[in-house]
């Protein structure tokens, strides 16, 4: 089941990404994380009542509030601000694509933190991942200095730390779900989401209403599909290995760069079509590899 889990969310976060870059133009990336989790409230609500159970929280031990607590008050900022800017300043073609090395951190976090051990077959899955995004960046000033597709381009820059938060957080929400289903864990983390971002446009003096009303179709859009990712996601790792869940999850990047190529007229040589193409078999050989 959570196989299917995984999909969803890859699939319902690539739906999600051109609408998310359009939304970075005209919106703070703090006014976009307080609207995307207000707005997401109603399909979390929803699918609590429907399908999960209220519990206690006070009950819950630190095994519970110190993955909550990260999440809200590191994660949330920190991955929101990181994550826009990237999708803002960036070309979807080619920061996407650096999300698929989500599972070579989270098969080492599982390995270390967790204790989930990756198979052999994992191996050639994460070699090919990694050529892939090198092959997407290679130009001149990359060619033989890899590590400049980060220090040179600060999209990629933006995205890398992105993978890295949510990789952690994965591994911290792990913990978590063994104490708590994954619906109410959403719910409670959103509403704590909601109330930081709340404090930080009243801090920042950022007041962007009569612009987010004008954007209120696109915000409802992230918002609701932010929901269903984002309990699918908790759903996987609740019940299966995270490294080949992220793998999963992860396939959604050849269908988000395809529609930066199309939607948004990304250029689209052959040495990126190739990258792509590696990437995305990398990206089964883990999904495989269980």
């Known amino acids: 089941m959570w196989y299917l889990f995984a999909l969803s969310s890859a699939v319902i976060a690539s739906v999600r990404r051109a609408n998310d ?3 970075s133009h005209s919106l703070h990336n703090v006014t976009l994380g307080w609207s995307i989790q207000l707005l997401s409230l109603p399909v979390q609500i929803s699918a609590l009542l429907l399908f999960g159970e209220w519990l206690n929280p006070f ?3 630190l095994q519970f509030w110190l993955p909550m607590l990260f999440l809200v008050f590191a994660f949330y900022p920190l991955n929101n601000y990181f994550f826009f800017r990237a999708m803002k300043e960036g ?4 920061i996407l694509p650096l999300q698929s090395l989500s599972p070579f951190f989270a098969l080492v976090l599982g390995y270390i933190v967790l204790g989930q051990r990756p198979s052999i077959m994992a191996i050639p899955g994460i070699v090919s991942i990694m050529v892939g995004v090198y092959m997407l960046n290679l130009k001149g000033k990359y060619l033989h200095n890899p590590l400049k597709i980060f220090t040179a381009d600060k999209p990629n820059l933006y995205m890398l730390a992105s993978i890295l938060l949510v990789s952690l957080v994965g591994v911290f ?7 708590c ?8 983390s959103t509403v704590g989401a909601l109330g930081l971002f709340s404090v930080m446009a009243l801090r920042m003096r950022i007041y962007e209403v009569a612009v987010a009303r004008q954007e209120i179709k696109r915000l409802s859009f992230s918002g609701t599909f932010s929901a269903l990712t984002t309990m699918t996601y908790l759903a996987a790792i609740s019940d299966g290995p995270i490294a080949y869940v992220s793998a999963i999850k992860g396939s959604s990047i050849l269908m988000g760069s395809l529609i930066g190529i199309i939607y948004f007229k990304e250029s689209f040589t052959k040495i990126k079509a190739v990258a792509l193409c590696i990437i995305s078999i990398g990206a089964v050989i883990l999904a495989l590899a269980q």
């Open 21 to 23: 870059k359009q939304l």
């Open 59 to 61: 009950t819950l031990g």
């Open 91 to 94: 070309e979807l073609s080619k």
């Open 173 to 179: 929400d792990t913990f978590a779900l063994k104490v």
């Open 181 to 188: 289903e994954p619906i109410y864990f959403s719910l409670l």
